[in-house]
């Protein structure tokens, strides 16, 4: 059974920074493509960024390039999101995502991509 496990989130001032982590379990997703995606309230899922496989050039949301840092450890199984200089608009729920599959770079962003998702990790960005 696979599972997808976040922790990291929390309550920051604007301008800190935070690393989420994602803890796979029940499968290797080295080969195949895991990411982040995000809810900030009253909007929809929004994707934030994703890997395709390991050591891919990483696809980042044009909302969060040069502040976020998607990466992975394979010897883990784990997903890192790295998050600078947050702003009050990053505040959202989090989610590591994956799938069985190594996706076409144009498809990355595609909620529907993904069949596994973790519970999702709080991010408060205060002003």
């Known amino acids: 059974q696979v599972q997808l496990v976040e922790s990291g989130g929390g309550l920051v001032q604007a301008g800190d920074s935070l690393r989420l982590s994602c803890a796979a379990s029940?499968?290797?997703?080295?080969?195949?493509?895991m990411g982040w995606f995000r809810q900030r309230p009253g909007k929809e899922r929004e994707f934030v960024a994703a890997?395709?496989?390991?050591?891919?050039?990483?696809s980042t949301a044009d909302s969060v390039k040069g502040r976020f840092t998607i990466s992975r450890d394979n010897a883990k199984n784990m997903l890192y999101l790295q998050m600078n200089s947050l702003k009050p608009e990053d505040t959202a729920k989090y989610y590591c995502v994956a799938t069985s599959r190594t996706l076409i770079l144009s498809s990355v962003a595609q909620l529907g991509e993904y069949e596994y998702w973790g519970q999702g990790t709080q991010v408060t960005v205060s002003s």
């Open positions: 029940g499968r290797s997703f080295s080969r195949n493509t």
């Open positions: 890997t395709r496989w390991s050591g891919s050039t990483p």
